[in-house]
């Protein structure tokens, strides 16, 4: 990354200790397009070299180099207003010049990493390792290398599974079990749907995955669903005593783990939504929690 003050240059680059052994993931940008990112966990060692680079034949006057580590809530509708629940600062170099390249290592010891990061609707968290070269005269270099956290979730001790019915009297009686509650990010939804009763004509029924997140607080709470997942169940008139059963691979979908409170900022949910549709295009439907977790980085 190149910045320009007072019409001197320095390009500003960063690499991770762990070199190519690194983990990354994919995730999307802001820009929609995806970005290969660092990815770190909880209390693990941040360590690298910051690589700084003046323009040929150029000498860079600085007041000092130092790197920090932020971790920050951002809601959307109010982009003032960034929480940093992470701010750890390490001094690089001291008040100087530099004329040719010049590498500094650095070190974060077993950082605290307590949530993971997140792009929703509403909201999103963040972490970066942003290094400043501060300048005189309005020529301070800023540059943030994101990075993202993934926390890896303690497997649930029980599991049991998910039994409910739902019907209309006289018209419509339905039965549907899933074997569990809780899910890793890999896992698979596996149940039944028995049909007790059919008096209405069912043209098809589908099993959704919704995403439901509440950002702010107070009068400023904002809800938002979207649908994550739709995994047709059947296509057809079912009749009574007919059994069907689901089988949804969570595996090719954008899940996060189910986020409870985040910094008091926002929380995440999701549930599996039943929807049944009749010739007349009348929607039924059954909603029901699960939770979702992350069982390996």
Do not use: W
């Not at 409910?164 to 596996?190: N, P, R, S, T």
């Amino acid at each position: 990354m190149s910045f320009f003050g007072l019409g001197r240059a320095v390009t500003v680059d960063l690499t991770h200790a762990a070199g190519e052994a690194q983990r990354v993931a994919s995730v999307k940008s802001d820009r929609g397009n995806l970005e290969t990112l660092p990815v770190f966990t909880d209390k693990e060692t941040i360590a690298g070299h910051v690589h700084l680079s003046p323009a040929p034949g150029k000498q860079i006057d600085h007041l000092g180099v130092k790197i920090e580590v932020l971790g920050q809530t951002e809601l959307y509708f109010d982009r003032g207003d960034a929480h940093d629940f992470v701010s750890l600062v390490r001094e690089l170099v001291n008040p100087g010049e530099f004329n040719g390249p010049l590498s500094v290592p650095f070190e974060f010891k077993s950082v605290s990493l307590p949530h993971e990061s997140y792009r929703g609707i509403n909201v999103r968290v963040r972490y970066v390792l942003r290094v400043t070269v501060s300048r005189g005269y309005g020529g301070t270099v800023v540059s943030d290398f994101p990075f993202l956290v993934r926390l890896v979730d303690e497997p649930p001790s029980v599991n049991t599974g998910i039994k409910m019915e739902v019907g209309i009297e006289d018209c419509l009686h339905i039965e549907f079990e899933y074997a569990k509650a809780k899910y890793h990010l890999k896992d698979v939804v596996v149940g039944k749907i028995f049909f007790l009763l059919v008096r209405i004509k069912i043209k098809h029924m589908e099993l959704e995955i919704r995403r439901r997140e509440s950002a702010g607080g107070g009068v400023n709470t904002y809800n938002e669903s979207e649908t994550i997942a739709k995994y047709e169940v059947m296509d057809g008139a079912p009749v009574r005593g007919e059994s069907v059963p689901v089988r949804l691979f969570l595996a090719p979908y954008d899940l996060t783990p189910t986020y409870k409170n985040v910094a008091n900022r926002f929380s995440v949910k999701y549930y599996l939504n039943l929807v049944l549709v009749d010739e007349e295009d009348r929607r039924y439907f059954k909603q029901q929690e699960i939770t979702v977790f992350r069982e390996t980085l």
